[in-house]
Structures are given as C-alpha cells and as structure tokens.
C-alpha cells in the first residue's frame, strides 16, 4: 500500500469521471455538483487512509523500539554475566597467588645514599637473630662500606662448633667480637645513630 499522504486528489470534472457523475446526477443534483460529491468522498477516504497509515507506523515504530530495548537488555546482561564470570575467575586466581596480587608498598626510593650494615648483621637480621647495635651506629656503617663483599663472601674461617669439632664457615658470618661494643656500653648519641640506621635498613629491605 503506498503512502496516502503523498495520495493526490483527481479531476472529478474530467472525462474519466463522467459516468461516476452520471450516477449522481439527477433532477436536484447537476453534473458540477456530482463532481463535489465525489471529491468530498475521495477526501473522507482518503483521511481514513492516512489515519490507518499513521497507526500501523507508528505501531511498527513501537515493536522496533521494543526489540532494540530487549536486544540491548540481553546485551548487557550478557556483559554482567562476562564480568561477574571474570571477577569469579580472578577471585580464585587472587585466592591460589596471594603474593603475585599483594599491594606493592607507596614507599619512595631512596634519593640519597643507602647504609647498608656489614654482611654480619645482615645475615643475623634475615635469621630472625639477636644482633647488637653497634653495627648501626655511623662507626659500624662505615666500618660496613670498607667490607670488600667480591672478596670476603668468598673467604673461609676455622671455627669449633659446640661439639668440638672444627667447621669451614664463611669468613662474613663470623665477627671479632672484641671489636664490637655491647648495647649497655653504647653512649646516648650512638645509641640515637643505630635507632636512625636500624630504621633505614629496614626500610630499604622493603623496597
């Protein structure tokens, strides 16, 4: 069915209307009068037409929106469900590697330069040892700088075990303790240089 809004009223006085006049003529009704007639019901058809033209557009117009809307509705569901199935997945991903998803410390990098303590200490530290605190004080730290590691991790001592029996043991897990002073007989202010380089040593660990 075309459009009848693009319908275009005919020529009711022309020749191809004259025997649709006939009919209508009559002793009160002349040939002019006849061709009114018929274009007065061309008019009244023709608004009928276009009022049932307009309802089934706009019917039409009305399922297309519908399905769009449940077309889009199903899209998105199908996303929720995607991303509900991802966030389960790295759920149980998060669950089976805790220390590959553990948050990374907001701790700055050191811009100055880093006391690190002699190898001693440092190996008593990761053992979860007793270790004294002169090796944090500015003497320890420096006397730490002048340990050539490339040369001393490397090196061998002679030790008696609690047995009795001598044992090799790396030259750096031993100490002179005699050059070591204990924690009683630290002074105030070295006391202060190992609180402040114990502290810094365990910052630059977590880094």
Request: aromatic share 8%; hydrophobic share 35%.
């Amino acid at each position: 069915m075309e459009d009848p809004n693009l319908a275009i009223r005919p020529d009711f006085t022309s020749e191809d209307f004259a025997d649709a006049r006939l009919q209508l003529t009559n002793n009160v009704v002349d040939d002019e009068q006849a061709s009114r007639i018929l274009g007065t019901l061309w008019d009244i058809q023709n608004a009928k037409d276009i009022q049932r033209w307009n309802a089934r557009r706009n019917e039409e117009a009305q399922i297309a929106r519908d399905r769009a809307e449940q077309a889009t509705e199903e899209l998105a569901q199908q996303q929720r469900h995607m991303r509900e199935e991802e966030e389960a997945i790295l759920a149980e991903e998060r669950k089976k590697n805790k220390a590959k998803y553990a948050p990374v410390p907001d701790v700055e990098v050191p811009s100055g330069p880093v006391n690190i303590p002699a190898p001693y200490a440092t190996r008593k530290l990761k053992k979860g040892e007793y270790c004294e605190l002169y090796f944090f004080t500015n003497a320890g730290l420096a006397e730490a700088e002048s340990f050539n590691t490339s040369v001393d991790d490397e090196a061998l001592t002679l030790l008696k075990s609690d047995n009795r029996q001598h044992i090799w043991v790396p030259a750096s897990n031993t100490r002179d303790k005699s050059a070591v002073i204990k924690d009683e007989d630290l002074s105030w202010e070295q006391f202060g240089e190992a609180s402040t380089g114990s502290t810094c040593t365990s910052d630059f660990g977590q880094l």
